[in-house]
């Protein structure tokens, strides 16, 4: 059963349209993190919320933004996209505190910027 | 420095070999390790997890931790074609709420 779930699994929008990318998880995990990810690069975190804590990574654009609404859905919001945006975009969680534990990946969503 | 490095490959070997993927790191502050598989536009599989120096397996999969080294690696026994993907390790902080990616390795299998 997935764990981490991203929808849409594929995305395109125009260029300077705003976009949204959903995920949720049935972890319980407290910990959810957006990464970027593009073509044979290493996923590159833009910020990450621990339990309703945002944490925004210094060189993350002001272009995205995240809500948590509750424990167990995240958004990333694409305000203007730009072609330099088109990329994977990749969900995670981890329960953390005194120890922390692995992290869990959605099959993330494939952003097209036309 | 990077907080991880990794060799990004790529990496080609015959059906059966064994693979040595390997990463190494620079802050001792680092407690806990993981290798991830990600096949070509997918999103990264937990393989492996670790918190001790020494190894760890699972099936034909070992996970080997040098803290002193600072130095992980991952091995894969009778490697398959199915195993072709790139291989990432990530490794995080004590409390679990940051960790940091290897550029990842790309192996492939060949039959």
């Known amino acids: 059963d997935a764990m981490v779930i991203q929808n849409p699994r594929y995305q395109v929008t125009q260029f300077g349209k705003p976009v949204t990318l959903s995920c949720s998880q049935t972890?319980?995990?407290?910990?959810m993190y957006w990464y970027q990810q593009k073509s044979s690069q290493a996923p590159k975190l833009l910020f990450h919320?621990?339990?309703?804590?945002?944490?925004n990574e210094a060189d993350t654009p002001d272009n995205f933004q995240s809500r948590r609404p509750n424990t167990s859905f995240c958004f990333l919001d694409i305000r203007s996209p730009g072609l330099g945006d088109a990329a994977m975009y990749l969900c995670?969680?981890?329960?953390?505190?005194?120890?922390?534990?692995?992290?869990?990946f959605g099959q993330g969503t494939r952003l097209t910027v036309v | 420095q990077k907080e991880v490095e990794q060799d990004p490959g790529p990496l080609s070997v015959p059906e059966g070999a064994i693979v040595s993927l390997n990463c190494t790191y620079s802050?001792?502050?680092?407690?806990?390790f993981m290798w991830y598989r990600q096949y070509s536009r997918k999103g990264p599989e937990l393989l492996m997890y670790?918190?001790?120096?020494g190894n760890k397996e699972d099936g034909r999969f070992t996970a080997q931790v040098d803290k002193s080294s600072k130095y992980i690696s991952l091995f894969i026994r009778d490697s398959q074609p199915s195993d072709s993907a790139t291989y990432l390790c990530?490794?995080?902080?004590?409390?679990?709420?940051?960790?940091?990616f290897g550029t990842g390795t790309s192996l492939t299998v060949i039959p």
């Open positions: 972890l319980n995990h407290n910990v």
């Open positions: 670790t918190y001790s120096s």
């Open positions: 919320y621990y339990d309703k804590d945002f944490n």
């Open positions: 802050n001792s502050a680092f407690q806990y």
């Open positions: 990530a490794i995080g902080v004590e409390t679990g709420n940051q960790f940091y």
């Open positions: 995670a969680t981890s329960r953390a505190g005194t120890w922390g534990t692995e992290a869990f």
